[in-house]
């Protein structure tokens, strides 16, 4: 294993802060040098959240430059690009055509996909721990009807199923690429697929199925990314419920900051509820949450570390919230990994402790899930989140993930989220 001299608290922080400093735009923090030169939309509300005890202007600078790349219909777009570096990434804005787009935002490059809406959480946790109270405030009163629209739009456009929970139309909306949650509804895409020749290069991620990825997206933009088509046409839709716990989770976070910016919370407090039952009644079997292929019209058999995705709601019924706790702590997670906390069950056959998310432990799906056991009062399960996650950054440096069993860096090093969490997790 990697390992390095542990580092004390203060160094620690420092060494975060150096991060921070070095992938900062000028208006945004990038989540590493090289690999990803854009601003990456749940990367920069995890930077939102690991600066807000810190730096009130610096967090909040955050979101709204990535709320600059929202578009009209309500959607925040999961990179919004930088001109500088334009095609320094595949697929990068010429694959996209954002321009093309009515609703598009004017004069800056986007891509046509979201990613899990954390937004609203994330300004929330800015707000309660800013230490600029003015600051926060304006920044709520300007940013809550943006983040209204986001939810607006996820409600109208992505109820793909028709029961309450928003779709996600692509494993980048996920977040987590290439989670073996998406196997079986991209295998299912194999005979159409074929049609296309993808012009990207071989995948960064072995196992990412490429040049399906991009297919889907030529796709959905040739169809002007239009929701008429994603609801009856696009072949992948899931219900992911990490994505819809995290939207919860906003919700709640929306009913909190509705008064600040002088709104009603109670049509949040109403989504959040029907959310709630929606998560239940359609994702819930065997004692966990599972992604719902909609395509397929069936549960995906595997446990991810998206399946505790709920958890972050605090009105979830305390038997659903045990059951899952218990499958958390089990040999299937984190009893049998010395390094909390494996992105897919270790029992599994896709399991791969070395491959993206279909193995590795991550910081900010940790942090999540530490988060999701402090709102339940599970202390101790909270305590050990927050120390082994500290563990993996000492150890290994501030990389993008872990492996679950030696603790080893993967990825990326210099990982914005992985830095940004780290100030957090030391407060
Ligand atoms: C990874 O995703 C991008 C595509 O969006 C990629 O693989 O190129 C994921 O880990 C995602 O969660 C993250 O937001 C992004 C940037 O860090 O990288």
């Excluded at 929330?124 to 926060?136: G, K, L, M, N, S």
């Excluded at 074929?194 to 040049?211: E, L």
């Excluded at 305390?318 to 089990?330: G, I, T, Y």
């Amino acid at each position: 294993m990697e390992a390095r001299a542990a580092v004390d608290d203060a160094a620690l922080g420092r060494e975060a802060w150096s991060v921070l400093t070095a992938n900062w735009t000028g208006s945004a923090t990038v989540p590493a040098p090289g690999l990803y030169p854009h601003q990456w939309n749940w990367d920069s509300t995890f930077v939102a959240i690991g600066l807000a005890r810190w730096d009130t202007r610096r967090a909040g600078a955050e979101l709204v430059s990535l709320l600059a790349g929202q578009w009209r219909t309500g959607m925040v777009p999961h990179i919004v690009f930088r001109p500088a570096h334009a095609e320094g990434y595949f697929p990068g804005p010429s694959v996209w055509r954002s321009e093309d787009h009515p609703d598009s935002p004017h004069g800056v490059r986007t891509s046509g996909l979201t990613q899990p809406p954390l937004h609203a959480f994330a300004l929330w946790w800015v707000w309660r721990y800013a230490t600029d109270r003015d600051t926060a405030a304006a920044l709520v009163r300007r940013l809550y009807p943006m983040l209204a629209a986001q939810h607006g739009y996820l409600a109208a456009a992505r109820d793909l199923g028709g029961g309450g929970l928003a779709a996600i139309v692509h494993p980048w909306e996920s977040g987590m690429d290439d989670s073996p949650a998406w196997d079986a509804p991209l295998a299912a895409l194999t005979q159409v697929h074929r049609t296309h020749r993808s012009a990207g290069p071989p995948g960064r991620h072995p196992g990412s199925n490429p040049d399906r990825y991009v297919w889907l997206v030529l796709r959905y933009r040739d169809a002007g990314y239009d929701p008429a088509y994603l609801r009856q046409e696009h072949p992948f839709a899931v219900e992911d419920p990490m994505f819809n716990g995290i939207w919860l989770a906003s919700c709640q976070a929306l009913v909190e900051l509705a008064p600040v910016a002088g709104a009603d919370p109670g049509p949040h407090r109403e989504q959040a509820e029907h959310i709630r039952s929606a998560l239940l009644e359609r994702l819930w079997d065997d004692g966990a949450f599972h992604a719902r292929d909609l395509r397929g019209g069936r549960l995906v058999p595997v446990c991810t570390v998206g399946s505790f995705g709920p958890m972050l709601d605090p009105g979830l019924p305390s038997e659903r919230v045990a059951q899952l706790a218990r499958v958390l702590e089990s040999p299937r997670f984190m009893g049998a990994a010395g390094y909390p906390v494996p992105s897919c069950e270790i029992r599994a056959q896709e399991f791969d402790r070395s491959c993206y998310w279909r193995g590795p432990s991550w910081v900010n799906t940790n942090w999540l899930l530490r988060r999701a056991a402090a709102v339940h009062g599970l202390t101790t399960l909270a305590h050990v989140l927050g120390t082994c996650t500290l563990r993996l950054v000492r150890q290994g440096g501030f990389r993008e993930c872990f492996d679950p069993f030696d603790g080893s860096g993967r990825g990326s090093r210099d990982f914005s989220w992985s830095a940004a969490l780290t100030l957090d997790l030391l407060a």
